[in-house]
C-alpha cells in the first residue's frame, strides 16, 4: 500500500523534512517514488511547499497520507476533513494517550470531572512547601 509521509533529511539538529510517496513497509529513510514537496521548520511559521497536483492525484490512486501529513493537507485545504490525532502521545501526569480511532476518548463531562480533582490536589502540595520554609527560618533565628 503506498504512503505518503515524512522523511527526515537535513544537518545534526537542524531537520528538514520531505514529503513524500513510499510504500507502507519501506524505511521512511529509504528511496522514494516520488518527492511531494518539503517542510522547513525553522522559520516562522514553518514553510511548508507542496505539489497539491501530484497528491490529489496519488490520494485519488489510493495512497494514504500520514496523520501529520493529513493534519498539514488539510490545513492548506488540499483536502477536506478533519484533523487527526495522534496514534500515541504522552499526557501531562506520564499516562499514555490512547488514539480517537481505539475508542479511547472520554467524553466532555468526564473530563471536565477530573479538572477540579486535580486542582485540589495542587493546593496541600504548595501548604506543605510552605511549611518547611518557616521551619528552616526559625532555627537560624535562633543563632543570632
Excluded: F
Excluded at 492548506?76 to 499514555?96: A, D, L, Q
Excluded at 490512547?98 to 495542587?122: L, R, W
Amino acid at each position: 500500500m503506498l504512503v505518503i509521509r515524512l522523511s527526515r533529511t537535513g544537518r545534526k539538529k537542524r531537520p528538514m523534512y520531505r514529503i513524500v510517496l513510499q510504500e507502507r513497509s519501506w524505511s521512511p529513510k529509504s528511496k522514494a517514488i516520488e518527492i511531494l514537496g518539503n517542510v522547513n521548520p525553522h522559520t516562522d511559521p514553518a514553510t511548508i511547499n507542496l505539489k497539491e497536483d501530484r497528491i490529489r492525484h496519488w490520494i485519488s490512486e489510493g495512497a494514504q497520507p500520514s496523520n501529520t501529513v493529513h493534519n498539514m493537507l488539510v490545513t492548506k485545504g488540499i483536502i477536506e476533513g478533519k484533523k487527526k490525532r495522534s496514534v500515541t502521545g504522552k499526557k501531562k501526569g506520564g499516562e499514555e494517550e490512547e488514539s480517537a480511532d481505539a475508542g479511547g476518548e472520554k467524553p466532555a463531562e468526564e473530563k471536565k470531572e477530573e479538572a477540579p480533582a486535580e486542582e485540589k490536589k495542587e493546593e496541600p502540595a504548595e501548604e506543605k512547601k510552605e511549611e518547611p520554609a518557616k521551619e528552616a527560618k526559625k532555627p537560624a533565628e535562633d543563632k543570632e
